[in-house]
């Protein structure tokens, strides 16, 4: 129905919602979807068709991987459709572009698994992971995907442009000097626009307020499509949120690129939590933690009691990061 081959009520991100679901959920029928995929983009003379289904086929390894023992197959059809000579006139995205996009998420999602967390994939998550294929965008993709996207641009970066560019501009327009930094919204209409240059790689340079800039950073790492404190470290996190040593050494355990993106977090967040920046934002340690916390670690319960408890532990956790943990070495990284 997705493909358009068979009439259906339903809206499509509706019906590829209700197929990634059933895949997220249900491991055992993972390999079963891969496989009617791969049939159904097989000498498919269907140009729309076609084209939705290595549409879905991406959105689905967005969500999960196949068995180990389907992937090999699953690998080679896709390496199979790399090659430019593979693209077929009429197609308006053509099929080298699919297979290598399905390569990188098939990659990422064996490497991953499917999707963290006890909540279901939902309709946004789905047109985030459809609109990725066509614009890739720096914002709702993982960190790696985004050293990926620069990595042309930007070829010795450490860190991803949009974390450091959006600090500096914070900090160039005064924020460590602005009240409320962090907890005062910029005008929506700014940040969209922001938002909009930055994926277009436009550097910052006419923003009216801190306001602006803080809001899209605070997004970015919101969005990121895994936590940057990933998932399978968050219970240590909250077991262990006020014990400096043991804090920092879940830090030095993360992937190179999360903790080089947190340890950067940590120092840009210290700048602001020194007494005599905080008596004039009025967000010290504890608001700044507080309104940072949400964008590093991520609940998966949906048990309001669990959520509600966790709260406080996700912000002791990065108050004693911001208070404890020496980013000295980050000095120079970019």
């Known amino acids: 129905m997705y493909m358009g081959d068979r009439k259906s009520r339903q809206a499509t991100n509706a019906v590829a919602l209700e197929i990634v679901t059933k895949g997220w959920t249900t491991p055992s029928l993972r390999d079963e979807i891969y496989i009617q995929l791969t049939r159904q983009t097989t000498e498919n003379t269907k140009i729309d068709s076609l084209q939705r289904g290595w549409e879905l086929l991406g959105v689905c390894l967005y969500f999960f991987p196949p ?15 790399l090659d430019y000579s593979c693209d077929i006139p009429g197609l308006q995205v053509p099929i080298s572009h699919f297979a290598s996009l399905c390569q990188r998420r098939l990659n990422r999602a064996l490497q991953t698994g499917a999707k963290k967390g006890v909540r279901k994939p939902s309709l946004d998550e789905v047109e985030q992971a459809k609109k990725s294929i066509f614009h ?37 327009l ?76 879940i830090v030095n355990r993360l992937p190179e690129i999360n903790r080089l ?24 340690v504890n608001n700044l933690a507080m309104v940072m916390a949400p964008n590093c670690l991520r609940c998966e319960s949906e048990d309001p009691k669990i959520i509600f408890e966790n709260t406080r532990k996700e912000m002791g956790f990065l108050r004693t990061l911001i208070q404890h943990l020496d980013t000295s070495f980050m000095e120079g990284v970019v």
């Not at 993106?261 to 004039?280: I, K, M």
């Open 136 to 172: 890739p965008s720096m914002f709702g993709s993982c960190l790696e995907d985004v050293m990926l996207m620069q990595k042309e641009r930007y070829p010795d970066r450490q860190l991803p442009w949009i974390q450091t560019i959006l600090s500096e501009e914070v900090l160039r």
């Open 67 to 81: 068995t180990l023992r389907f992937y090999s197959y699953l690998d080679g059809f896709i390496s199979r459709h």
């Open 261 to 284: 993106v947190l340890c950067y977090l940590l120092r840009f967040l210290q700048v602001f939590a020194a007494v005599e920046n905080a008596s004039v934002t009025k967000m010290d």
């Open 174 to 249: 005064n924020g460590a000097k602005t009240e409320g930094i962090f907890r005062v919204p910029g005008d929506i209409d700014e940040v969209n626009a922001l938002k909009i240059r930055c994926d277009q790689w436009v550097i910052p340079s006419d923003c009216p307020d801190p306001h602006i800039p803080a809001s899209l950073l605070k997004l970015w790492y919101r969005e990121l499509y895994q936590p940057l404190i990933p998932a399978e470290f968050y219970q240590e996190c909250i077991d262990n949120f006020s014990e400096p040593e043991v804090a920092m050494s």
